[in-house]
């Protein structure tokens, strides 16, 4: 049965019909595109799709339709995971930085600071490294609109230490943030997924690297492996997955440090786990997930969050993706309570899977199980 309040939706849906396209992180993309032709006698990697990328184990069909109705609240209703009358109103923790600390990072340990959504700097190794970095007030192309952050970012990134390595998931607004990046500086090396290497060139950024899945790269005395993700990616309404997305695994003196970016569950994670594990840190997004019906192939779930840290044999997690932006439908105060719940029912010490506070630093020691270190001729320089 439509209604007015239908047909008021349609029209704000249309007005903002360009910032749909460009909110991609909301989940409005599937895998899509044709397989490509085998060539050279070689099967062709699963994700690859003529020109596009595609996610190996979903339907190769466009997800239009179901994210239409979700923006217009035409799928099938849903409760809370947690009860709503239950859950407090959301009271971010927010914390300032110690910039001492961030200054004078032991190089010995894993020094993380989280700054909001999947932003994190990791201090190892005597290198500063940032993830997805995102300082603006809004997860979109316009100043005027997009969804707007609910907590200020705890640092600007002028306070940062010099930033030397930088990992991106894909290209979404609320992971690719033109203004962020640029206010690092040139001398900044980025690592991307296969197709964005160009966009940064275009934004001053020369040193930037982009890597397939299972592609490695060595940047000092840390290893840096782009690991497969169940994503997509859109930035314009003509870009739909013309660029990869991905999971970095830092490899560091200290031990092996995941970060999961955006994604859904896969069975790519027992393998990330079999080749790469076991981490000794994993940062995995635990908010983005309601509806279920239509979220889920994309964005994890604290069950699912919990699953990822097992498959990759994470010795201690941390939460991510969550509390900074109002992307989707779970409430806002909800994702640690009930990540704090499944881990409760499942016997996992709640240390094991931490939420920090915006701005809060954690110090973790080495790995008992030191990696290899890498040879010292490798040489400190990007890519
Ligand atoms: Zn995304
Ligand atoms: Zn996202």
Redesign the pocket.
Same mark, same amino acid.
């Given at each position: 049965m439509y209604t007015i309040q239908h047909l008021l939706k349609v029209i704000k849906a249309l007005i903002l019909l360009p910032l749909v396209f460009l909110l991609?992180?909301a989940g409005s993309g599937g895998s899509e595109g044709p397989v490509p032709p085998e060539s050279h006698g070689q099967s062709p990697a699963p994700h690859h799709a003529a020109g596009k990328f595609r996610n190996p184990y979903l339907p190769a069909t466009g997800r239009w339709g179901d994210f239409w109705r979700w923006r217009l609240g035409l799928g099938p209703q849903e409760n809370t995971a947690l009860p709503r009358e239950s859950l407090p109103p959301y009271q971010p923790k927010i914390l300032s930085p110690d910039l001492n600390c961030l200054n004078h990072a032991d190089p010995q340990t894993i020094q993380v600071t989280w700054l909001g959504h999947a932003t994190f700097l990791i201090q190892v190794a005597g290198l500063n490294i940032l993830t997805d970095p995102m300082f603006s007030d809004r997860a979109s192309p316009v100043k005027f609109a997009g969804p707007k952050r609910l907590v200020p970012p705890p640092l600007r990134p002028e306070e940062l230490p010099p930033i030397d390595a930088v990992v991106i998931s *894909?290209n *979404?607004y !609320? *992971?690719l943030d033109k203004d962020s990046v640029t206010r690092l500086g040139p001398a900044a090396s980025f690592f991307v997924p296969l197709g964005l290497a160009d966009w940064f060139r275009q934004a001053g950024l020369p040193r930037v690297q982009e890597l397939d899945w299972w592609q490695s790269a060595t940047f000092g005395p840390i290893r840096v492996h782009c690991v497969p993700a169940q *994503?997509f990616s859109i930035r314009t309404p003509f870009d739909a997955n013309k660029t990869l997305?991905a999971g970095w695994v830092v490899e560091t003196p200290a031990g092996k440090i995941f970060f999961a970016g !955006?994604t859904g569950y896969s069975k790519d994670f027992r393998e990330i786990g079999r080749r790469l594990g076991p981490m000794r840190l994993a940062l995995i997004p635990i908010g983005g997930y309601m509806p279920r019906w239509f979220m889920k192939p994309m964005h994890l779930d604290p069950p699912a969050a919990i699953q990822v840290h097992r498959d990759v044999g994470a010795q201690q997690s941390i939460g991510m993706h969550w509390g900074t932006f109002k992307l989707t439908e779970e409430p806002l105060a909800e994702p640690p309570l009930y990540l704090r719940q499944v881990l409760a029912e499942q016997q996992i010490p709640q240390e094991q899977f931490l939420v920090m506070g915006f701005g809060e630093t954690r110090v973790f020691s080495a790995a008992p199980e030191r990696v290899a270190v890498l040879p010292s001729n490798q040489g400190v320089g990007g890519p």
């Open positions: 991609g992180c *894909h *979404h !609320d *992971h *994503h997305w !955006d």
